[in-house]
């Protein structure tokens, strides 16, 4: 494997300073934002290197556990922060994933597909719980600018006698919808337009095209999965908070 | 005077934006609810069907409070109708059936009857809502709510985005329906000539005050405070 040297680092950084130039040119008022997401993008993952240094030397389950734990409350958190206004919008998030994250261990590993070792196990968990953190967050900010923008409809619907469930059944299925989209998008290009992530990964490591494709399928697939559930799980729970249990539309406050 | 059961009653009815409402509705009256933008009917009316509830006061139906009622049963009780259709998407027969299906009272005949009752054609049913005019969808989303078969039919505004003539249709149907279902009726509207017209009483609202209600002509005919006064004079 190929080292990058620490020169050839710094010479990265000239891309990100091409897009932050522009955007002080057209006065977007995201320079700042650009500067700082690149440099905590970059401290976070010098962090995690020596942080998964350390927990591949320690027992395989003990630093699974950790990992998955850290990593589905930052998940949580980043989308509960889209999610503000829905009540438990965190604690529904970690929920959610946390279900997920079991699901698809307890597939991976109870039908041999990868092995038990932080290796395989920290770094694909990773891509599961990042995917569906977005499509966490895509669904809860979908729920609420739905209720807003279909207001009436619901509110017609609880005037007809339905349910809160019934009612927000108008809004969730487009709301699962659209959560979906960009992942069955991706799923329909993948290979085409990007070569995903872990792929490029495994041959720039110098693994064979086939054994990386193999790898591939099985995140793809699972990552697949697991978005598609998380839209669902985390809609068919936030959708509570809109109502009260006098069967009323609440208002939904958002101050970000 | 048409009976003089009274059928919903408010007393000392208050919210963040309206205060202190007594109001007496018979049933198989027409009630016009009237008054300056903002001045809290669209408050007053969601409070009938616990679309929301009062901060003070309480609200009978059949002498009653709302609150006893289970809400779902309510709501099928006193249906509502408002100012755009907010219709479901999918097909007009979909949407009639929305609240029958609740009560497993639906029959494709109702749907029949539903849309000869607001003048729409049998073949209505397996369209789409998409693709039928704004004045057809509000006469499917008025049939929806009867689709319930309501004892008391609330109004925002409902008649307000129809042309002349449909206007004139749903008003015969309302007619209609209050004598020969006994149906009761609180609408409000911006047209005073409307609210004239339909109204066996009229609610005058200003300010989050009802501060006139009566027989429709007395307060046309006489209004007793300068707000109402003023307020037949501008509109
Ligand atoms: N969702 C809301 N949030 C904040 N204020 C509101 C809300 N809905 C109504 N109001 C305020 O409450 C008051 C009464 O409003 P309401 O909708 O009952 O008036 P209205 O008489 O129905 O008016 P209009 O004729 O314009 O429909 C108004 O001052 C309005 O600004
Ligand atoms: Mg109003």
């Given amino acids: ?256 | 005077m048409k009976g003089n059961e009274v059928i919903l009653e408010g007393k000392n009815v208050g919210t963040e934006r309206v205060h202190n409402m007594d109001f007496t509705v018979l049933k198989g009256q027409i009630v016009t609810i009237i008054g300056p933008s903002g001045s809290g009917k669209s408050t007053l009316i969601n409070l009938l069907n616990r679309i929301n509830d009062p901060l003070e006061g309480e609200i009978l139906f059949h002498g009653k409070n709302v609150k006893e009622y289970p809400v779902p049963e309510l709501r099928k009780k006193i249906g509502m109708v408002f100012q755009t259709a907010n219709l479901f998407t999918g097909t007009v027969e979909e949407n009639l059936k929305y609240g029958p299906e609740i009560w497993g009272e639906w029959t494709p005949e109702l749907g029949k009857e539903l849309l000869r009752f607001v003048q729409l054609p049998e073949e209505f049913l397996s369209k789409d809502v998409e693709d039928i005019s704004g004045g057809q969808q509000q006469r499917v989303s008025f049939a929806r709510t009867l689709a319930n078969d309501p004892e008391v039919l609330l109004m925002d505004e409902a008649t307000s985005a129809l042309d002349n003539r449909t206007e004139e249709l749903v008003e015969e149907e309302l007619l209609q329906l209050v004598k020969e279902k006994k149906i009761t009726i609180l609408m409000i509207t911006h047209d005073l000539e409307q609210a004239r017209r339909l109204g066996d009483q009229t609610f005058f609202i200003a300010d989050g005050r009802i501060l006139e209600q009566g027989k429709t002509e007395d307060l046309f005919e006489s209004p007793a405070t300068e707000e109402l006064k003023f307020f037949l004079e501008v509109e």
């Fill in chain 1, 1 to 256: 494997m190929p080292e990058i040297s620490n020169l050839s680092m710094l010479t990265v950084i000239i891309f990100v300073l091409i897009p932050v130039s522009l955007s002080y040119l057209y006065s977007l008022g995201i320079a700042k934002t650009t500067i700082w997401s690149s440099l905590r993008g970059i401290i976070q993952l010098i962090l995690i290197g020596y942080v998964l240094t350390f927990l591949f030397e320690i027992t395989d389950w003990i630093a699974v556990t950790l990992a998955v734990l850290v990593m589905i409350s930052a998940a949580s958190w980043q989308a509960g922060q889209r999610g503000k206004g829905i009540k438990n919008a965190f604690l529904v998030t970690f929920t959610v994933l946390a279900i997920i994250e079991g699901l698809v261990l307890i597939l991976w590993i109870g039908f041999n597909i990868i092995p038990f070792e932080s290796q395989q196990v920290i770094p694909m968990s990773g891509m599961v719980i990042g995917n569906s953190m977005v499509a966490s967050a895509l669904a809860l900010e979908r729920l609420k600018n739905d209720f807003s923008v279909h207001k009436g409809k619901v509110l017609a619907a609880l005037s007809l006698g339905a349910t809160p469930p019934k009612a927000a059944n108008i809004i969730i299925r487009n709301t699962i919808k659209a959560a979906m989209i960009p992942s069955i998008d991706g799923l329909k290009t993948i290979g085409l337009v990007q070569l995903p992530g872990m792929m490029t990964g495994l041959i720039i490591g110098g693994a064979s095209p086939i054994e990386a494709i193999r790898y591939q399928i099985v995140i793809s697939l699972s990552i697949f999965a697991s978005v598609s559930l998380t839209s669902m799980f985390v809609s068919a729970i936030a959708y509570r908070s809109f109502f009260n249990k006098d069967m009323q539309l609440v208002e939904i406050k958002e101050n970000d």
